[in-house]
């Protein structure tokens, strides 16, 4: 029975996903349906957390957006995002980085991993 399961989640995972971690700057390119269209829309802030297992792993994604701060769940193996491309690689020391939701600015910066 596990082993079935385990066969179902393998089938939909998507195999080119990078690695990604938080403090990661991504920029991640979402598939919008509009009708009978199809349009890419892309999506560019910072890793705050990454969650789950297997097919339901789930990372947050942070931006400026006008000065107001959005934050959006994607889940990484959705058939809907065509390419997640990492632009820079953070050096944080932390897995969940939620002390950026109080900081505005440049206090949201994240040091370069060398």
């Known amino acids: 029975m596990v082993d079935l399961v385990k066969k179902i989640e393998k089938s939909g995972m998507q195999e080119t996903r990078p690695e990604i971690n938080p403090g990661d700057t991504v920029s991640v390119s979402l598939r919008i349906l509009e009708g009978d ?32 701060y959005v934050e959006r769940i994607f889940p990484l193996h959705s058939p809907l995002i065509s390419d997640i491309t990492i632009t820079r690689r953070g050096a944080v020391r932390r897995a969940k980085l939620f002390y950026l939701r109080e900081r505005i600015g440049k206090a949201v910066r994240i040091k370069e991993k060398k």
């Open 37 to 68: 269209k199809e349009r890419v829309q892309t999506f560019t802030g910072i890793i705050i957390q990454k969650r789950g297992a297997g097919l339901s792993k789930t990372f947050t994604v942070r931006k400026a957006s006008g000065g107001i």
